[in-house]
């Protein structure tokens, strides 16, 4: 769709952690019952892996993030999210479920830094305990930035991935570059 | 008890000041009396004295389960104003905001009620049309208010930034004659003028009990003894609900954590004082120096005294963002106080389920500006059995829908 | 003078001389230095003036207790007023000035109170002041606030920034002192993730000026070691410069870190604030020495012993040349000798107790000294210094037995341990008869959530002032905490380490020097050096019935100082206890409060200011409106564009236009940020039934319902356009400020109600934009845009919607009108709004498109007597008040407001009703006006019989146009109200109904 | 501050990322019901200073409401649990029954 835009527009800003607009991504609310062993299986069945408990399976673009014990997000490339919304339509068919493209009510950002800075930069924003062994890859939590909800999961040590409402995005990209100021590190994690 | 003037001070500094008396006698409690008050807070003191000063009654005993006006009236931003929107609010603050005018002469006792001047800042349209509302009922209820634009506030407050960036202040409620007091001598004086009437306010003396014969209150069960009496007036603020449960009935009272905070002193900057309710905080400076700071109230059932930080976060932000010279200051201290939040916010001044029991209670974050009007009403309605300031304050209007809203104009309410 | 001795100072770096200012003065500190010691090196014995007598006063201690050397610091944006000068880094360009006088420090006016302070003891205002009535108000009152507070305001904008930090541990000690250093290993060594703070810069604490042995090294040795194997440790984090501030409930604790106040640099934070999540916190504190009091005990010179001590050994600085010793300890016996060795002179040791037999006083005898016990002192010599001392026996009325030249006294009245802490979140404290302080009750521990204690204490913070015992304590302490965590990590801690002290002979209490001392010396012992509470004056309070220790506090103000009491608490106390015959510990002490040290106010605030105060919530439109000069209203935390004045105009004439725009061409609105909720599932036409008052359930897909939403209580709370999507799926709208409410209490209902029924909600407000095309011309501008399905009157009637295409943008347009005018209102994702936008604008060109904003909206819906949730409600106001009867069914058994609207007062029919105003003469009814009754109240107020809710001028009728809510208002067309207006005649206004515009409503069905 | 443990998702949550709901296991009474059960259910509350069953919403995390048994006076935890029961589950009435000897399950409501 070549009239899309990000809210941010593909901003970037280089403290001693890098933030970054993700760019356009594909995301799906989707909300049934995820502990129903009919729902479980007619999304595995279509192709999508469930992740467990606060975790998530994949990631941008292809993935899956648990939101809670009814809710999924459905991480898709931005312009298959239509279809994708379609797939889990017909697979879900018709148990309890809904299922809403929400690509464009998000912001995604791209932190990354040297060693433990990503960990740093949240924890200034974040009540979320960002310990290395509580928020492992692998994991996402969903939490507060400051004044707006937001979640955020690792991609790996250095790598971080953070979604917050697309209204706020503006304000959200601003604390993360504040709080990566260079000179204002931490050392802590 | 001895007289109080500028001369006794005198008097008393050329003998080492070993002539003062007792502001207030400790004796032990009788077996009975006429009118027993649980809680020598504000409201409890207040109501003993209009009840021996305007009806006569003075076998009184203000009962105190620890010192006297260590409950809210001793941890409060003393803030005093009357330009409440509804007619039974605006004619109970508004009758103890004219007392309070007359309070240290009346009793003797400098409570040092300044009438600096409160202004409640407007920083959005709908505020503003709510704001000019206000001032309109105001005026016909009597309260002297004025809608001022920024300019004026400005005047008045020079170290507020009325350009925002974030919201701009597009104006204020006035009241000129609105101010504050200093809260501990307001218990002080009234508990002082109490025990010179011959009443016994009796400290460390907690109610455990309420007894009731045929319907009717008969006494109380207290740490130390039993207490007869012929009515009975529950003034205990945080402590409303427990003290009903006793009694064996229910109250539309929920006790939370308030929270309030003060900066370390600094030289007078500020004349006035500003509540912000769009962004929730307020401020004064008392006649130390300091900063006084309210914050915001729990949304959870607490009585430890203590809440929790974010509120005080929350308002420090906020008076940063109005006051940014204070950015700079150090918060000296932070405490809290347990408040009895009503289901519309507004107080209780009623009769109960329980024959001569009466309660005063559900002032929440604020009821010390109220305090002369709202013991001049109970006691009114303790000694005749209706009073026209308490009339709407019953506690059947939860049933019947009659609510006093007051969040309908402005946010908080202190 | 300088008073810098020629070797010494452990802290100092004698090669980095740094240059300062002192109230103009230039002077020279080196690197290392507290302001602190580098005025007393400078000779700088005057630091300020107390608050309420202006006397002289000089530095007391060596740390945050510090009560006197308050100053203000920098200047403009970096001016802080208050600031201790012995807990402030010295820096090259420092500028510091002290407070509280005028016109100079060595000259105050002010100190005229200090001569008539016999009139004015605690709580003369009380008794004063009180007639003429009027003199409050004009005369005295500003008298007393001029001459209120410390330091000047600072009146700049602050130029530094501040920020949070948030972690999650297991062991937070607090305190790098021996004792803490002790139990962050043994925490650590258990295996815990351990934070260990120290307020100062260096670590260590007390033990190296005090001299203890550790393991057979010596105090420095065994912290540099110990430190060294606590940063070799992974689970170890160590700061300085940060300070225990708040211990809060469910361990909660908060820190308040120092980065740039030694080496100001703006790009930096200058203060960041912890805040921790602590499964356990460790207290190890330390202790605060205790004053004495004796007549002129605040005269500058008067220091207690540890500090003096403090000053020689950390930074080679003599606070005298011949300092009199004054204890009750043996621990003083440390300052006299560290004097002696740095080639001070010790005029003498006054020992209160009868005997001074302990090894410290063996050594002071040994060294030469001039140890007298059972003395204490009379009085001091001298106005604005000490310059000499009256020696008296302790156990006397004050007869003076010698006189001592002297410029400094040390003096120890014994050591409190720091429990504040402790205390913060509820741990309770017991009275230690022996030591003469309190020491946290390890039976009554602050709780955690789980009920457990959440803390230990550690050191000379519990009690144990010597080494050896406060080791083990620490080590205790930190094998407890580590150990509370209860997931053994499968580690043991080493053996506590072993200190070793002197012998000690007990210390006695003593609160009065001396113990018979008359009237006259205890109105000049001072307790709380910085508000002047004397000994006299905690008399006169007990005396007059301020017998609770509170009430001492609060009308003496004793410990409300700066300091909060860390030096004058206990003494204080212990007087009271006196004067009432009761024993200390059942007089108490007060409350506790965070901070420990004042907090930076915008250390609180953090990173919330200018900008980032509060989010700000664009809508994908955001910059084109900001582009295009919008005036901007702040609703919720998004911004709106009020109105677009144009160059030169004034934002009035602009909502004039605007109206009038759309009204005969075609207005463009942004309405991205109402409420977009979908609702589905099997039950959720039951649900929508539940929580509308309308029905919704009957709606047909592809058809909108206007619907009304009220609370339990029976209040209207909101109202939105509902569209049925499907068979079970149902799109609701909601006001602006109302979509997050409005989606939490659908959840609420579902998940704590009627949990049961299978709903799901989504909230995709913000995956909309919503665009607003309004006017007789809206068909045709989106006609010109090619849209992929039938605009057309029939194809989309009137509250019908539908999906398709516009200017290649995927859609979907509902036919609903707040306006009153033909009108669209287009749904399209957010991330290609503005191109749509820009295209309708685009195509709009030709047919004279205006954008409008919210002012404009409001205006045409109250042409239209359409109500607007805030305006015509309040909280206290139904659906049956507004007349809106129609919107509530009557078929349903039950919806969230139902029960309520029936009670007595909900069902009165004298509840003011909503009509339409129009003035006699055409103008604006002022808002929030009243229509005034007849006669007054029982209160004595004008009795009322409406009110104006909204009140506009409008454009299209060109006269003022109002809405109000009126007792029995519909029954009474034509009546004229009078609305008296403050300042000016009553304005008169008849009723009328309020639909002012197109009351057929035939434009919006073109 | 409060710390408490969402049963839906597991997290020990900072009360920052929790909005309260008052007072837990009312009864809702609608139309039909008398002026005192009305009035009982919207505005009388429990208030005790002690054992408080109280909801609360994991607002900031996985949206669910979950209940908490809460002492008032000690701010002690008994235990959180899923919000859909009208009782509290046996496990956390025996925590307080242990931690608050004598204590039983509706005396306080
Ligand atoms: C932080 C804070 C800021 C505030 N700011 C303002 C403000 O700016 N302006 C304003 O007008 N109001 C304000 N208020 C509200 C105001 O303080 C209270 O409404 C008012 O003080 C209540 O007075 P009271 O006499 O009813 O209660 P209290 O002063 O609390 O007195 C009740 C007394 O009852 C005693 N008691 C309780 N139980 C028993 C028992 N069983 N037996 C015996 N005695 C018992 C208590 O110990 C207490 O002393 C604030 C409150 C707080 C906490
Ligand atoms: N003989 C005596 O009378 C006597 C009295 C007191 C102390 N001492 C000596 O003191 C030593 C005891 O060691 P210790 O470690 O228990 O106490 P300490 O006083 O040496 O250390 C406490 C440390 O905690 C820091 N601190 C205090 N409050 C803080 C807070 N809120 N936040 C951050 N840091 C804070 C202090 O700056 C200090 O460095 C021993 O050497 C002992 O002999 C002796
Ligand atoms: C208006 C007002 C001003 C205060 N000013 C000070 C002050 O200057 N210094 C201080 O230490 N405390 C001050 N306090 C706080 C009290 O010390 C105390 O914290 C408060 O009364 C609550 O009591 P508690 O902390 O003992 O529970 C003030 C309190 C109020 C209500
Ligand atoms: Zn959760």
Known sequence: MPDSFTPLDGASCSGFVTIKDAGLTGMILLRADLGAADVAAALTGAGFDLPGSGELVGGLGQGALWMSPDELMILCAYDEAEATVATLAEALGELHALVANVSDARAVFRLTGEGATVREVLAKLSPADLRQNALPPGRVRRTRLAQVPAAFWFGGEHEAVLICFRSVAGYVFDLLSKAAEPGSEVGHF | ?414 | MSRRLPKGGRLIDRSKSLGFSFNGKEMRGYAGDTLASALLAEGQVLMGRSFKHHRPRGIVASGPEEPNALMGLGRDGTFEPNARATTTELFQGLEARSQNHWPSLENDFGAISSMLSRFLPSGFYYKTFLWPRAFWKHVYEPAIRLSAGLGKPPMRRDTDHYEHFNITIDVLVIGGGISGLAAASAAAESGADVLLVEQDPAWGGRAPVDGARIDGMSAEEWIGSTLQSLQSMPNVRMRTRTTGSGIHDHGYVLLHERLTDHAPEHSVPRHRLWKVRAGQVVAATGAIERPLSFAGNDRPGCMLASAVRDYVVNYGVAPGERTVILTNNDDAYRTALTLREAGLGVSAVLDTRQQATGPLAAAARDAGLNVRPGCGIAGIVGRNRVDGVQVCRQDSDGEVIDVIQADCVAMSGGWSPATHVWCHAGGKLSWNDEAAHFAPDPARPPTGVDGMAMMQVAGSASGAIHSGTALESAHAAGVLAGKALGESRGRKAGRAPAGEDEGHQPMEPVWLVPARAPYAKRAKSWLDFQNDVKVSDIELAAREGYESVEHAKRYTTLGMATDQGKLSNINGLAILSRELGAPIEEVGTTTFRPPYVPVTMGAIAGEARGELFQPVRKTPIHEWHEANGAHWEPVGHWRRPYAFPVQGESVHDAVKREVLATRSGVGLLDASTLGKLVVKGPDAARFLDMLYTNMMSTLKPGKCRYGLMCSENGFLVDDGVVARLDGDTWLCHTTSGGADRIHASMEEWLQTEWWDWKVYVANVTEQFAQIGVAGPRARDLLNELGPSMDLGREALSFMAWTDGALGNVPVRVFRISFSGELSFEIAAPAGQARALWDRLLEAGRPLGMTPYGTEALHVMRAEKGFIMIGDETDGTVTPQDLGLHWAISKRKDDFLGKRAQEREHMTDPLRWRLVGLETLDGSVLPDGAYATDEGVNANGQQKTQGRVTSTYYSPTLDRGIAMGLVERGPDRMGEILEFPVIDGEPVRARIVNPVFHDPDGEKQNA | MLILTCPYCGIRCDETELAAGGEAHLKRFGPGSSDEEFEGYLFMRANPKGVHFERWRHAYGCGKWFHAARNTATLEVYGTYPAQVHEPPQEVLDAISTRVPGWRWKDVS
């Open chain 2, 1 to 414: 008890m001895g007289h109080y003037s500028a001369l006794a001070v005198v008097r008393e500094a050329f003998r080492d000041h070993r002539g003062w008396q007792r502001a207030w006698k400790s004796p032990e409690p009788r077996r009975r009396y006429d009118v027993v008050i649980v809680g020598a807070g504000g409201h409890g003191l207040a109501t003993a004295y209009y009840l021996g000063k305007n009806h006569g009654i003075r076998n009184v005993a203000v009962l105190e389960k620890g010192w006297l006006g260590g409950g809210n009236t001793g941890r409060n931003t003393t803030i005093i104003r009357s330009n409440y929107l509804q007619d039974a609010s605006a004619a109970i603050y508004e009758k103890a905001r004219t007392l309070y005018e007359t309070l240290s002469q009346d009793l003797n006792y400098n409570v040092m009620f300044s009438p600096r001047g409160v202004m409640m800042l407007a920083q959005t349209e709908h505020e503003v049309r709510g704001y000019r509302r206000t001032a309109h009922a105001n005026a016909l209820q009597g309260v002297e208010t004025e809608f001022i634009g920024p300019g004026r506030v400005k005047e008045l407050c020079p170290i507020i930034e009325v350009r925002g960036p974030r919201y701009p202040v597009l104006g204020a409620l006035w009241q000129p004659r609105g101010g504050t007091a200093r809260h501990d001598a307001v218990a002080w004086g009234y508990a002082r003028k109490c025990s010179e009437m011959g009443m016994d306010v009796i400290q460390q003396c907690e109610v455990t009990g309420i007894r009731t014969s045929g319907g009717d209150v008969s006494g109380v069960v207290t740490t130390r003894g039993d207490i007869d009496c012929g009515k009975l007036g529950i003034v205990v603020a945080g402590h409303s609900g427990h003290l009903a449960d006793m009694a064996g009935f229910r109250l539309p009272i929920e006790s939370v954590a308030l929270q309030a905070l003060v900066s370390e002193p600094i030289k007078p900057c500020m004349d006035v004082v500003v509540m912000a309710n769009t962004v929730h905080g307020y401020m004064s400076q008392s006649d130390k120096g300091e900063m006084v700071i309210g914050g915001g109230a729990d949304g959870f059932n607490n009585y430890t005294q203590r809440g929790s930080f974010s509120h005080i976060e929350e308002t420090v932000r906020a008076l940063v963002e109005t006051f940014p010279m204070i950015s700079r200051l150090k918060m000296l201290r932070q405490w809290g106080g347990i408040v009895d939040m009503t289901g519309d916010r507004s107080p209780i001044l009623s009769g109960t389920p329980v024959g001569n029991l009466f309660v005063n209670c559900g002032w929440g974050t604020g009821g010390f500006k109220a305090i002369p009007g709202s013991g001049w009403g109970f006691a009114e309605l303790m000694a005749k059995g209706e009073s026209p300031l308490c009339a709407e304050f019953g506690l059947d209007r939860f049933r019947e829908g009659r609510f006093i809203d007051e969040s309908v104009a402005a946010g908080v309410a202190h």
